[in-house]
C-alpha cells in the first residue's frame, strides 16, 4: 500500500494487485484497509487522479508495467527461515505472462540469493529478457510514508545497467534532498536489509538487558539511555526499554538471519541471544503483577491500555500485548482492552474473550490495576487522578516507562515501570 501510494504520488501510474478480493473491491471504493499516518490523503488522491488502481488480476497489472515490484509477504516457515512461497509463485506466474522486457523488484525481505531464484522461477516459462533486482524497504511502520517519501537512503541491488538507470529514475524524486542511492550486488543489498532489522534489534535488547540490571542495582534505565544516547556513535533512537519488539519485521527477520547463517554453518551467537532476552521480554511485569496480587490473579480483571505493536499502527503481529493478554487469560482473569486503532484487528484474533472499551478511561471501569503495552502518545498525559479514582487498587504496570517516578510516588500509586526503581504498595 505504501509503496504503491508513494510511487502514484510521485506522478507514476501504479497499478496494485493482490489475490485478496474483499482488500481490492475495499480499496477500489476508496476504502483505505491499513491505518498508517498521512496514507489515506494520498491514498484518496491519487485514486481519483486515477494514478493509482487495484486488480486482483496479475496479468492485468502487469500489462502496461515498466517496473514490477513484488511485495509479497514473507513469513517465517516451520524453522524461522522466510518462506519464499509467496514470492517464488508468484515468479513463476509472471514467467508465464510476460511478453517484453520489465524490471522485476524484490521489494520483500528476502534472503540472501532470492534474486537468483526469482530470476529462475520466471525463466523456467518467459525466454525473454528482464532483469531482477533486490531494493530492500527500511521503512517503519507508524511513519512510513515520511519514511517512503523521504528515505535515510535507497538500496538498489543489481547487476544491470539498464535495471539501473530505470530505478535512479524512479527514485530521483524521494532523493531530491541529497540522501544516497546505493548501489550494490543483489546479495548484498539481501543481506543489507537483515543486518539492518537484525542491529536494531540487538540495540533494543541490549537496552532491555540494561533496564534489568537497572532494576538489580537500582539504577534508572532512563537516565542511562540518556546519558550512552548522546554519544553519537552510539546514537538516541531504538534505545527505549520496554517490554520486548513485535511487529512483522523484527522477529521474523531475525530469525530468517538466524537460520540463513546455519545453512553456511555459522552460528550467529548474539542474534540468538537477542531472541532469547525479547521473548524473556515480554513477560518482564508479569511476575510484578502477579506478586502484586499475592500469586492470586484468578477472576482479577485488568485494563490494558495499548494492542498495537507499537503506536500509530493498527498492526497487531507479535504485539508484546497478545502475549500479556494469553498469559492473564490462562491464569482465570478478565481484560479490558483499548488501542485507538488496533482494536478490529485484536477482535479478529482475539474475539470476545476479551473486552473492549471504546475509550481509554472506560477500560479503567471495574479494573483492578492498568497495564500498559504500548506508548500511544494519548497514554502519556492523562487524567492520573481520575486513573486513581477509577482503578480498584492504585496499580498500573507500565511497559513504556510513560510516567514520571516522583509523581507517580506522590499520587501513591503502586507503580512498576522498566529499568526503575518499584514504586510499591500493597493490596
Ligand atoms: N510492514 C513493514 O513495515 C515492512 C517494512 C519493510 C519490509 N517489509 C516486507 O515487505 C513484505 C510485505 O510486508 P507487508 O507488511 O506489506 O505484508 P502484508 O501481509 O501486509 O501484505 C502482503 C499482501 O500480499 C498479498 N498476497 C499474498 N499472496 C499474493 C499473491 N500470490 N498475489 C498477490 N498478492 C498476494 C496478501 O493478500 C497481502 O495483502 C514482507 O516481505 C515484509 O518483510 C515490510
Redesign the pocket.
Known amino acids: 500500500?505504501?509503496t504503491g501510494t508513494c510511487f502514484a504520488e510521485t506522478g507514476n501510474s501504479v497499478i496494485c494487485?493482490?489475490?485478496?478480493k474483499e482488500?481490492i473491491s475495499k480499496l477500489n471504493d476508496g476504502k483505505i484497509?491499513?491505518y498508517e499516518p498521512g496514507l489515506e490523503k494520498l491514498f484518496l488522491r491519487n485514486l481519483r487522479e486515477n494514478r493509482l488502481l487495484f486488480t486482483?488480476s496479475?496479468e492485468q497489472g502487469i500489462k502496461d508495467a515498466e517496473i514490477i515490484f513484488l511485495?509479497?509477504?514473507?513469513?517465517p516457515g516451520e524453522d524461522g527461515s522466510?518462506d519464499l512461497k509467496?514470492?517464488l509463485?508468484?515468479a513463476e506466474?509472471l514467467g508465464k505472462i510476460l511478453t517484453d522486457y520489465k524490471v522485476i523488484v524484490d521489494?520483500?525481505?528476502?534472503p540472501v540469493g532470492t534474486a537468483e531464484k526469482v530470476h529462475a522461477a520466471i525463466a523456467k516459462n518467459f525466454k525473454g529478457e528482464f532483469d531482477v533486482v533486490s531494493n530492500?524497504?527500511?521503512?517503519?511502520?507508524g511513519v512510513?510514508v515520511d519514511d517512503f517519501m523521504k528515505p535515510d537512503r535507497v538500496v538498489i541491488g543489481t547487476s544491470s545497467e539498464r535495471a539501473k538507470k530505470v530505478m535512479s529514475e524512479l527514485y530521483a524524486p524521494f532523493v531530491r534532498q541529497g540522501n544516497p542511492v546505493i548501489f550494490m550486488d543483489e546479495r548484498s543489498a539481501e543481506l543489507t536489509?537483515y543486518a539492518a532489522?537484525s542491529f536494531l534489534a540487538t540495540k533494543i535488547s541490549f537496552m532491555n538487558e540494561i533496564a534489568r540490571i537497572c532494576e538489580k542495582v537500582g539504577a534508572n534505565v532512563d537516565m542511562v539511555r540518556r546519558g550512552v544516547g548522546s554519544d553519537e556513535r552510539i546514537g538516541k533512537r531504538f534505545l527505549f526499554p520496554g517490554i520486548g519488539y513485535g511487529?512483522?519485521?523484527f522477529p521474523?527477520?531475525v530469525q530468517a538471519l538466524i537460520k540463513s547463517a546455519k545453512e553456511v554453518d555459522y552460528d550467529f551467537e548474539i542474534l540468538n541471544a537477542v531472541t532469547k532476552v525479547n521473548d524473556d521480554q515480554k513477560m518482564h511485569l508479569y511476575p510484578a503483577i502477579k506478586s502484586f496480587f499475592k500469586d492470586d490473579i484468578k477472576g482479577k480483571h485488568f485494563a490494558l491500555w495499548g494492542l498495537a505493536f507499537k503506536p500509530n499502527t493498527d498492526?497487531i503481529?507479535e504485539a508484546p500485548a497478545l502475549f500479556m493478554i494469553d498469559a492473564l487469560l490462562a491464569d482465570g482473569a478478565t481484560v479490558c482492552a483499548f488501542d485507538p486503532e488496533a482494536m478490529n484487528n485484536v477482535k479478529g484474533v482475539v474475539g470476545d474473550k476479551i473486552a473492549y472499551s471504546e475509550s481509554r478511561y472506560e477500560a479503567l471501569e471495574g479494573a483492578d490495576a492498568l497495564i500498559i503495552a504500548t506508548e500511544w502518545n494519548e497514554f502519556r498525559t492523562p487524567d492520573l487522578s481520575r486513573i486513581a479514582n477509577t482503578l480498584k487498587n492504585k496499580a498500573i504496570f507500565d511497559g513504556r516507562n510513560l510516567f514520571e517516578l516522583p509523581t507517580m510516588q506522590k499520587l501513591g500509586f503502586h507503580y512498576i515501570s522498566v529499568g526503575r526503581e518499584p514504586i510499591t504498595s500493597s493490596l
Open positions: 500500500m505504501v494487485v493482490d489475490i485478496d482488500k484497509t491499513i486482483t496479475l511485495a509479497l509477504p514473507t513469513p522466510a509467496y514470492v509463485g508468484v506466474d521489494k520483500s525481505t528476502v530492500p524497504e527500511f521503512l517503519r511502520e512510513a536489509k532489522n511487529g512483522s519485521c521474523k527477520d498492526d503481529r
